[in-house]
């Protein structure tokens, strides 16, 4: 992966139907909307199977952010469900209220395959996304976040590691697997 670039353009319109997705996911969840089921999406892309995150902010500080690593869903359907699970599941937050919908920012990452990192030294901050594990602990960050942060690679590997619950420096246990991704990433 470290040659070839994760490529997942997406149009205008395509982006705008996920977004709006993750917005009625949460919308029916708080009773602002009646319905069910999805939209018909704009392409067939959109029913590709592919992981990804939904990222919500309010006031440009995290909100929640839950997604689904593996690509064995439809995109759309992936998209729906984790913006419920990101407004009402997350265990760092209670669940969105009606009041704060208004003040919500979307982001969404898109993920590309999974694959094992074969020199920790090789990734990129702002390109990779990273996963680690060390026996039942793991732990992921998205692309965007070691930017946001203004960390460094070392940094980044570190982080990951603590988000894991694991030892700032397990990175360079041979025993932790680090795997990593790209990401395509829009929001509102």
């Known amino acids: 992966m470290a040659a ?49 995150f939904v990222t919500l902010k309010t006031g440009g500080r995290l909100r929640g952010c839950i997604g689904h690593i593996m690509g064995d869903e439809p995109l759309n359907k992936t998209v729906y469900a984790m913006a419920r ?9 209670p669940s969105l209220s009606e009041e704060e919908y208004d ?4 982001e969404i990452s898109v993920l590309s395959p999974l694959t094992q990192c074969p020199d920790p030294m090789q990734v990129e901050v702002g390109r990779h996304g990273l996963l680690m594990q060390h026996g ?30 694991m030892r700032a420096d397990c990175w360079k246990d041979p025993q932790t697997r680090i ?3 790209e990401a395509a990433i829009f929001g509102d």
Do not use: N
């Open 85 to 93: 699970s990101a407004a009402f599941e997350d265990p760092r937050f």
């Open 103 to 106: 003040r919500l920012s979307v």
């Open 136 to 165: 039942p602990h793991q732990g992921l960050l998205l692309p965007q976040v070691p930017v946001e942060w203004g960390w460094d690679r070392e940094q980044f590997l570190a982080q990951t590691c603590g988000k894991a619950g």
């Open 4 to 52: 070839d670039r994760f490529a997942f353009d997406l149009t205008g319109p395509e982006k705008q139907y996920l977004l709006d997705i993750v917005r009625l996911s949460i919308r029916r969840d708080l009773g602002m909307e009646e319905g069910e089921g999805l939209p018909e999406p704009p392409t067939p892309r959109l029913t590709e199977k592919f992981g990804a």
């Open 179 to 181: 795997f990593w991704f």
